[in-house]
């Protein structure tokens, strides 16, 4: 039985339809992130599956039960907000075993459970505190206890490190990633932050415009994006995106780009012009002999790396290496591209070809 | 060197005199009340202008609670005022609520509608709510005048909660009602502890409201037994003459309840309860 699924759900916000059809299935003890930028929908789609929406058509079931009429607090799911929403006149304490007494569960019981979540999360000396009294970080992590004392079906995040500052974010993304593997919960976070998508999830959901984009693995949606959205949404920087076409010559088809050509296709490409992504990783430098010409406009250090930025016949071109070359704005350099590193795709509708 | 120290002390100094000048300005009537309240009859013209009298007598004090109905008047207004006070806020909250919380149809005008109630002069209703009052029953009565003024006050009292409850953010809610609780629940517990200053500044506010409130006190009740204090002062001021010395001691009591009912919310009126709840 599937942890949490989702058929056609559909949500208008007055004339405007944010969610457009959505079909979706979670299994159990599944880490599984939706990413999309501001507005297609994906925090909607959470605080759908709270109940904290309602949906407009279509279902969602929890545990294999339609919970669509059924209040939040009957879902058996804990939410962890982007402001984190931790109840200001309660302590630490009184925060985490909110949901414990509306449950009547007997006190001692209670008491152990707080103790051991705050245990799990390090913020046992904090317990006597109130909200104002902490940190971000800390608040964060009392958000996380008040979540994971319930042991509930379904853990739900919205955006909940978007509020903390670089390095705590990185601390925290690993210490989810390690409470989600002790505790083995299903799990659906939002975010718009594809280094958070990659790291942490099982599976990724990229959504825009209220549409599921594609489905899958990190490493999948990396390698083999479904659509040009897709492809310049995860990965940083960004695939590189350029205007190619295939011309039929006496060898077969050809993949040029200006008057390079990068690669050989298949026959039914003929005259067609596509859109050629390829990881900036994946651009190589090559030598003058074997590689394609391009000017350096820029390059960017990064310590682990370098970005080139090249003008390749008047297209931007971005170059990452991890070796560091002595190489200036303002230089000629080669390049190489394998054509298994390469993706086309369709300019009209950006869908993989 | 001396020169941002200088100005700011400057600046400082400027600021408590402007303070000062303010606090002054609104608490010398009050002074001047208690100071004439306190003065006997024979010095009230014969010294002058005095700050305060050469001798002190609280016989105005005592001929006001002995030999006049101002008791009598003093527990009708603190029925009425405080009667007024809880069903404003209680109603207020609620509309308060759903104003700040629920989109609804002709929530527009709804709102539009309790703006335009606040927009007539009181004087000119005067006359319709007692031709409405009078066959109810409701002339003479303290119950007519805490329908008149809670209806009165709602529309303010509404707006101000609402207020409050913006303050609130949403998200505290919903992580309640994901926790387990009824959305009822959800504001007894965790919304209605975080708006006691509001609840508190909106009681303080319709209790003054009614409790110094004069004309429908005045046109609606006639009955002594139905007399509101404010009614009942202008019972020292006859044809020939004011009685300066029981009116302002009339006055002075009148006070207290204000005084006391602030003292006791006043906890609640400090704000930032809410600090913390969210992103800080």
């Given at each position: 039985?599937?942890?949490?699924?989702?058929?056609?759900?559909?949500?208008?916000?007055?004339?405007?339809?944010?969610?457009?059809?959505?079909?979706?299935?979670?299994?159990?003890?599944?880490?599984?992130?939706?990413?999309?930028?501001?507005?297609?929908?994906?925090?909607?789609?959470?605080?759908?599956?709270?109940?904290?929406?309602?949906?407009?058509?279509?279902?969602?079931?929890?545990?294999?039960?339609?919970?669509?009429?059924?209040?939040?607090?009957?879902?058996?799911?804990?939410?962890?907000?982007?402001?984190?929403?931790?109840?200001?006149?309660?302590?630490?304490?009184?925060?985490?075993?909110?949901?414990?007494?509306?449950?009547?569960?007997?006190?001692?019981?209670?008491?152990?459970?707080?103790?051991?979540?705050?245990?799990?999360?390090?913020?046992?000396?904090?317990?006597?505190?109130?909200?104002?009294?902490?940190?971000?970080?800390?608040?964060?992590?009392?958000?996380?206890?008040?979540?994971?004392?319930?042991?509930?079906?379904?853990?739900?995040?919205?955006?909940?490190?978007?509020?903390?500052?670089?390095?705590?974010?990185?601390?925290?993304?690993?210490?989810?990633?390690?409470?989600?593997?002790?505790?083995g919960a299903t799990s659906v976070y939002v975010t718009h932050d594809q280094i958070e998508a990659m790291t942490m999830a099982d599976r990724i959901v990229?959504?825009?415009?209220?549409?599921?984009?594609?489905?899958?693995?990190?490493?999948?949606?990396?390698?083999?994006?479904?659509?040009?959205?897709?492809?310049?949404?995860?990965?940083?920087?960004?695939?590189?995106?350029?205007?190619?076409?295939?011309?039929?010559?006496?060898?077969?088809?050809?993949?040029?780009?200006?008057?390079?050509?990068?690669?050989?296709?298949?026959?039914?490409?003929?005259?067609?012009?596509?859109?050629?992504?390829?990881?900036?990783?994946?651009?190589?430098?090559?030598?003058?002999?074997?590689?394609?010409?391009?000017?350096?406009?820029?390059?960017?250090?990064?310590?682990?790396?370098?970005?080139?930025?090249?003008?390749?016949?008047?297209?931007?071109?971005?170059?990452?290496?991890?070796?560091?070359?002595?190489?200036?704005?303002?230089?000629?350099?080669?390049?190489?591209?394998?054509?298994?590193?390469?993706?086309?795709?369709?300019?009209?509708?950006?869908?993989?070809? | 060197?001396?020169?941002?120290?200088?100005?700011?002390?400057?600046?400082?100094?400027?600021?408590?005199?402007?303070?000062?000048?303010?606090?002054?300005?609104?608490?010398?009537?009050?002074?001047?009340?208690?100071?004439?309240?306190?003065?006997?009859?024979?010095?009230?013209?014969?010294?002058?202008?005095?700050?305060?009298?050469?001798?002190?007598?609280?016989?105005?004090?005592?001929?006001?609670?002995?030999?006049?109905?101002?008791?009598?008047?003093?527990?009708?207004?603190?029925?009425?005022?405080?009667?007024?006070?809880?069903?404003?806020?209680?109603?207020?909250?609620?509309?308060?609520?759903?104003?700040?919380?629920?989109?609804?149809?002709?929530?527009?005008?709804?709102?539009?509608?309790?703006?335009?109630?606040?927009?007539?002069?009181?004087v000119m209703v005067i006359a319709p709510i007692f031709r409405l009052f009078a066959p109810l029953g409701l002339t003479n009565s303290l119950t007519g005048?805490?329908?008149?003024?809670?209806?009165?006050?709602?529309?303010?009292?509404?707006?101000?909660?609402?207020?409050?409850?913006?303050?609130?953010?949403?998200?505290?809610?919903?992580?309640?009602?994901?926790?387990?609780?009824?959305?009822?629940?959800?504001?007894?517990?965790?919304?209605?502890?975080?708006?006691?200053?509001?609840?508190?500044?909106?009681?303080?506010?319709?209790?003054?409201?009614?409790?110094?409130?004069?004309?429908?006190?005045?046109?609606?009740?006639?009955?002594?037994?139905?007399?509101?204090?404010?009614?009942?002062?202008?019972?020292?001021?006859?044809?020939?003459?004011?009685?300066?010395?029981?009116?302002?001691?009339?006055?002075?009591?009148?006070?207290?309840?204000?005084?006391?009912?602030?003292?006791?919310?006043?906890?609640?009126?400090?704000?930032?309860?809410?600090?913390?709840?969210?992103?800080?």
């Amino acid at each position: 039985m599937k942890a949490i699924t989702i058929e056609g759900a559909t949500k208008n916000f007055g004339p405007v339809q944010v969610l457009k059809g959505i079909d979706l299935a979670i299994e159990p003890g599944e880490f599984v992130v939706l990413i999309g930028p501001s507005g297609c929908g994906k925090s909607t789609l959470l605080r759908m599956i709270a109940g904290l929406d309602d949906l407009t058509s279509g279902s969602i079931s929890i545990d294999g039960r339609r919970v669509n009429d059924l209040a939040p607090k009957d879902r058996d799911i804990a939410m962890v907000f982007q402001s984190y929403a931790l109840y200001p006149h309660m302590t630490v304490r009184g925060n985490m075993s909110f949901s414990l007494k509306l449950k009547r569960t007997a006190s001692q019981a209670i008491g152990r459970a707080v103790a051991n979540a705050a245990n799990l999360l390090g913020i046992e000396t904090l317990i006597d505190r109130k909200p104002r009294e902490l940190s971000g970080g800390q608040r964060q992590r009392v958000a996380m206890g008040r979540a994971i004392v319930r042991k509930p079906k379904a853990f739900l995040f919205d955006e909940p490190l978007s509020n903390l500052d670089a390095r705590l974010r990185e601390q925290m993304r690993f210490e989810i990633r390690k409470l989600h593997r002790d505790l083995g919960a299903t799990s659906v976070y939002v975010t718009h932050d594809q280094i958070e998508a990659m790291t942490m999830a099982d599976r990724i959901v990229a959504m825009n415009g209220g549409i599921i984009q594609q489905v899958g693995s990190p490493l999948e949606l990396y390698d083999e994006p479904a659509n040009l959205f897709v492809a310049g949404f995860i990965g940083s920087p960004a695939m590189n995106v350029l205007s190619a076409s295939c011309i039929r010559t006496g060898a077969g088809t050809e993949l040029r780009l200006g008057a390079s050509t990068l690669a050989m296709v298949e026959r039914g490409l003929d005259g067609v012009s596509v859109t050629l992504g390829i990881r900036p990783e994946r651009v190589r430098l090559a030598t003058a002999d074997s590689g394609i010409a391009a000017e350096l406009v820029l390059v960017e250090p990064t310590g682990l790396g370098t970005v080139a930025h090249l003008n390749l016949g008047g297209q931007l071109l971005k170059l990452f290496t991890t070796e560091r070359p002595r190489i200036s704005a303002g230089e000629t350099i080669y390049i190489r591209v394998e054509p298994d590193d390469i993706r086309l795709f369709d300019p009209e509708t950006g869908v993989r070809i | 060197m001396q020169g941002p120290d200088t100005r700011r002390r400057l600046l400082w100094i400027a600021h408590y005199l402007a303070v000062g000048a303010y606090v002054v300005v609104a608490l010398f009537p009050l002074f001047w009340l208690l100071k004439v309240s306190v003065t006997p009859n024979s010095l009230l013209y014969s010294e002058g202008v005095r700050l305060w009298p050469s001798t002190m007598t609280f016989a105005h004090y005592v001929s006001v609670i002995r030999h006049t109905d101002f008791p009598l008047f003093f527990v009708n207004s603190t029925i009425v005022s405080a009667t007024t006070a809880v069903l404003t806020t209680l109603i207020a909250a609620g509309a308060g609520y759903a104003f700040s919380r629920f989109t609804f149809r002709g929530k527009f005008w709804l709102v539009g509608l309790m703006l335009v109630t606040q927009m007539f002069p009181l004087v000119m209703v005067i006359a319709p709510i007692f031709r409405l009052f009078a066959p109810l029953g409701l002339t003479n009565s303290l119950t007519g005048l805490i329908v008149i003024y809670t209806a009165y006050n709602i529309p303010f009292a509404a707006f101000l909660m609402q207020s409050f409850f913006d303050g609130i953010p949403r998200e505290l809610e919903e992580a309640a009602m994901i926790d387990g609780a009824t959305r009822f629940g959800a504001v007894r517990q965790i919304v209605l502890p975080l708006t006691l200053p509001g609840i508190a500044a909106t009681l303080g506010f319709t209790f003054t409201a009614a409790w110094s409130e004069l004309l429908f006190a005045l046109m609606l009740n006639s009955r002594q037994e139905a007399t509101t204090f404010p009614v009942g002062l202008l019972t020292f001021v006859s044809k020939f003459s004011v009685d300066f010395g029981e009116m302002m001691a009339a006055g002075v009591l009148a006070l207290i309840p204000v005084c006391v009912f602030f003292l006791l919310i006043q906890r609640h009126l400090v704000t930032g309860l809410t600090a913390g709840a969210v992103k800080g």
